[in-house]
């Protein structure tokens, strides 16, 4: 027998929670204990008081299993309000990368002039060596790595995406 | 200014203030403040169980049959880990409970120290929330809001983790105001919307094959949810069914009900399911117990699911109106505008004569037999003997619990106590002892197999320390009998470790812990034997020979659609191909 596979949306969800210790992997573990993907977490607290974190969670599945992830998000306690930006239209979606590269000569150069194009700020610089930092959707930056490869890619590090909705009104 | 009090003095007064009575338990090193406390005061009674996982069960059997939650307190790590299972049966089965557990003082967590477990990681996906308590100061409010978590919304097991060093410091302690919101982003929704009330009636006055379908929801919700299910089958003259976990909601004894639903449930509840134009799904969550293949079930339907929980919508079956809110109060509000529109029901006497078409074929009939006591004939006879004493009826889990659904008839809720979502063999002992404490007057029976009974079997020593009378009534038939059953259906009769070897004489066994014990060899025994364990005071165990190979009918395999049941045995056939046999 073969294991079905269905055909999956990739969402972008946020995520408003207590601030608390322990939320994170009560989100993270219900992701794994209900086999659920997460693509990029990424978590920070957003208000003046520090109370309360907004987590942006992009995950994929079939329809189904998105109204399910965000279902059973809704109902942890710590959990005030979740929101399917993918779902709600016209939003921001930014993510950051530190990109190492090591080289010299022409390869250093395609290098700067790449990250030009890219809009991206040298951070640190060495002889042999750049520190670029990018912003940007996740496709922008997948495709600036790409290019990077071919120049000295060392390593990389992503916070993952961030992501809000468009207009005047929260979501 | 309040006077400062130990953490331990403040979890007793504020479980005191919520009007605890009863805690289930077993002290420890991390729990021993708790219980120091627990010995200084009157109001709340401590049962001490034999295992912590006796505990769980306990305090599950106290809630289900009481409708209050039940509260466990044990201690740091294997007291914790051993009421895991307890906690995992209470949130499958949506059981209110408050788990107290001990934990080692803060400064030596995340050390390895002794008895330490990192129990509210090891609990987070088995509660419905959980705390670490670290301050004194926020202990009561902790205290309160888990109670509130527990009962409200969809009901669930909480846990409090608690560090001896919190126990031992001081700090302030008053009860909540009454009514002040206890969290704020926790609001479950009770009040269904109107408008989706509305499209529902519209939708049972307009059905032709209507089936009211019921889960354990109308029990969580109270008896005022049962009352309320009476009525709106009254109204609309629906045909009722129920889960395993919803029994005792619809009365067995009125025309409209159809047995319950499900891999063993009633061919006419099946097929009345598979052929409905709507079902009205209450309180029950499609369970794949209840709904067989999925691409088949309930084809021709319309479907309407009234759920507290949010999620439990949409999750398996997709629904064509969805409605999120209390079903007791959802119910009241269909009966209402029904009333107020004066509506009236279908024709649905054609739909009722398919109905009895299907009940003609007494799908729970079983072959008799004068050489050795059937199953099914002793839990009937169990039934008949005791129905007019309204008995509270606990099970294990397997073949014994299916005919003990099958065969014993309930007339109002919290009369049956069973492990239904999790499954757990060795709940209905325990159970029975929590149900017993909570209900000190009423007749307890637990139905049980031999092989489950041995799973918590040290609880009989509990029951004799408290003098609790319960019932034990074993269907001994020498196998984990559901387990052999799937061998027959799916493997070709190869039993593989399921004969239940080196069995203990029950008789001898009970009498060693001081119940009376009771065997039953023949049919000629059966009711004799029935009749001296009910009038036999005190707590007694009837170990009731049964017919060794007898199996539960009738049954969807797994895999299989609604029609496809099997009735009887000759109908089965011994190899299953991998599909079916990597479904449970």
């Known amino acids: 027998m073969h294991i079905r596979e269905e055909t999956v949306e990739r969402h972008t969800l946020s995520v408003i929670v207590d601030n608390e210790a322990g939320i994170l992997a009560r989100i993270a573990g219900l992701f794994s204990s209900r086999g659920y993907n997460i693509q990029s977490l990424t978590v920070a607290e957003v208000t003046e008081d520090e109370t309360i974190s907004r987590i942006t969670i992009v995950t994929s599945g079939p329809r189904a299993v998105i109204d399910q992830i965000i279902a059973q998000l809704d109902r942890l306690v710590n959990v005030h309000k979740v929101t399917d930006l993918t779902e709600l239209g016209p939003h921001v979606e930014r993510e950051l990368a530190l990109v190492k590269v090591k080289g010299t000569g022409d390869h250093r150069i395609e290098a700067l002039r790449l990250a030009e194009v890219y809009r991206a700020r040298v951070v640190d610089a060495t002889i042999s060596s750049f520190v670029f930092e990018v912003t940007g959707g996740s496709e922008k930056i997948d495709k600036f790595l790409e290019l990077m490869r071919e120049v000295g890619l060392v390593e990389v590090a992503r916070t993952g995406v961030a992501a809000i909705a468009r207009g005047a009104e929260p979501a | 200014m309040t006077a400062e009090r130990s953490g331990a003095d403040i979890l007793i007064e504020a479980l005191t203030d919520l009007g605890v009575e009863i805690v289930f338990g077993y002290p420890g090193g991390a729990v021993l403040p708790i219980y120091d406390a627990l010995f200084k005061q009157k109001k709340i009674r401590h049962i001490l169980v034999r295992q912590e996982g006796g505990a769980a069960h306990a305090a599950e059997g106290y809630a289900r049959s009481t409708g209050k939650p039940g509260v466990v307190l044990v201690t740091s790590g294997p007291g914790a880990t051993n009421a895991v299972t307890g906690i995992a049966d209470a949130l499958l089965d949506s059981i209110p409970m408050v788990v107290i557990t001990g934990q080692v003082g803060t400064p030596l967590i995340g050390t390895d120290a002794f008895q330490e477990c990192d129990t509210v990681g090891i609990t987070r996906h088995c509660t419905k929330h959980n705390y670490l308590v670290k301050d004194p100061a926020k202990l009561g409010d902790i205290v309160h809001e888990a109670f509130h978590i527990a009962t409200s919304g969809r009901p669930g097991p909480v846990v409090i983790d608690l560090p001896k060093d919190v126990q031992v410091a001081t700090a302030p302690y008053r009860k909540p105001a009454p009514g002040a919101v206890l969290h704020k982003g926790y609001r479950p929704q009770v009040k269904a919307d109107p408008v989706a009330i509305e499209a529902a009636v519209e939708m049972l006055a307009a059905a032709e094959r209507p089936v009211l379908y019921t889960g354990g929801g109308i029990i969580n919700s109270g008896p005022a949810a049962a009352q309320v299910l009476r009525e709106l089958a009254r109204i609309t003259g629906a045909p009722v069914t129920s889960t395993l976990m919803g029994l005792g909601a619809f009365p067995a004894s009125s025309p409209q009900w159809l047995g319950m639903l499900g891999m063993h449930g009633t061919y006419e509840a099946n097929l009345a399911m598979n052929e409905a134009d709507l079902i009205v799904a209450l309180g029950a969550r499609f369970d794949d117990r209840v709904t067989g293949r999925l691409d088949a079930f309930a084809p021709h339907s319309r479907k309407i699911h009234v759920d507290i929980d949010r999620s439990s919508i949409n999750k398996i079956v997709r629904v064509d109106l969805g409605i999120v809110g209390d079903v007791g109060r959802a119910m009241e509000d269909m009966v209402k505008l029904w009333k107020v529109r004066q509506h009236q029901p279908q024709d649905l006497k054609p739909w009722f004569a398919r109905i009895d078409?299907?009940?003609?074929?007494?799908?729970?009939?079983?072959?008799?037999?004068?050489?050795?006591?059937?199953?099914?004939?002793?839990?009937?006879?169990?039934?008949?003997a005791t129905r007019d004493r309204n008995p509270i009826i606990t099970t294990e889990v397997g073949q014994h619990q299916m005919w003990a659904a099958q065969h014993f008839h309930f007339e109002g809720p919290n009369?049956?106590?069973?492990?239904?979502?999790?499954g757990t063999m060795g709940y209905g002992l325990p159970a029975a002892i929590g149900a017993q404490v909570g209900n000190p007057n009423a007749l307890v029976i637990d139905i049980a197999g031999e092989a489950s009974i041995l799973m918590n079997i040290q609880e009989m020593s509990t029951a004799a320390q408290y003098r609790l009378p319960v019932k034990v009534f074993i269907l001994n038939n020498e196998y984990m009998g559901m387990v052999r059953q799937w061998q027959d259906l799916t493997y070709g009769g190869r039993y593989s470790e399921s004969?239940?070897?080196?069995?203990?004489?029950?008789?001898?066994?009970?009498?060693?812990?001081g119940w009376t014990g009771l065997r039953i060899e023949g049919t000629q025994e059966l009711d004799a034997g029935i009749e001296q364990m009910l009038s036999t005071p005190g707590p007694v165990m009837v170990d009731c020979r049964v017919a060794k190979l007898a199996n539960c009918f009738p049954m969807i395999p797994s895999g299989a659609a609604h029609t496809d049941m099997l009735l009887q045995a000759d109908e089965v056939s011994g190899e299953m191909d991998d599909e079916a046999k990597a479904l449970v």
């Open chain 2, 357 to 384: 078409q299907w009940r003609a074929k007494q799908c729970l009939a079983y072959p008799e037999s004068i050489k050795e006591i059937m199953p099914q004939h002793a839990i009937r006879r169990l039934w008949e």
């Open chain 2, 415 to 422: 009369k049956w106590l069973t492990s239904g979502g999790l």
């Open chain 2, 499 to 513: 004969y239940s070897a080196a069995l203990p004489d029950f008789v001898k066994l009970a009498e060693a812990y």
